[in-house]
């Protein structure tokens, strides 16, 4: 069994940051890609950013490449987002998830096998 808990979100400026952690429970931490995606009122969820097993190889959506880090660590069996310089576009619930499938750091949502409940972020003009 794979859980999956974000936390992080909130209520911020537009320009502000936040940083949004997944923890998550599996036996075996290492051997997942991790991503994390969100989804906006209307719109259908997204890619945001994967991070492969071993933190080395890393892919981000062209919308937030610059101002958005994935990182992970497994020891703490913890991947993070760093948001920077946010927008109000940016405004959604953020959802993170495990791939045991995927040999990279996948943007297919197919790819991923666990999701968490998701934290709203929301940036205000």
């Known amino acids: 069994q794979v859980q999956l808990e974000e936390s992080g979100g909130g209520l911020v400026q537009a320009g502000g940051s936040l940083r949004l952690s997944c923890a998550v429970s599996?036996?075996?931490?290492?051997?997942?890609?991790l991503g994390w995606f969100r989804q906006a009122p209307g719109k259908e969820r997204e890619f945001v950013a994967a991070v492969t097993w071993s933190g080395r190889g890393t892919n981000y959506a062209d919308s937030v490449k610059g101002r958005f880090t994935i990182s992970r660590d497994n020891a703490k069996n913890t991947v993070y987002l760093q948001i920077n310089s946010l927008k109000p576009d940016d405004t959604a619930v953020y959802y993170c998830?495990?791939?045991?499938?995927?040999?990279?750091?996948?943007?297919?949502?197919?790819?991923?096998?666990?999701w968490g409940q998701g934290t709203q972020v929301t940036v205000s003009s």
């Open positions: 998830a495990a791939s045991l499938r995927a040999t990279y750091a996948s943007a297919t949502y197919y790819d991923y096998d666990y």
């Open positions: 599996v036996r075996t931490f290492s051997g997942y890609a």
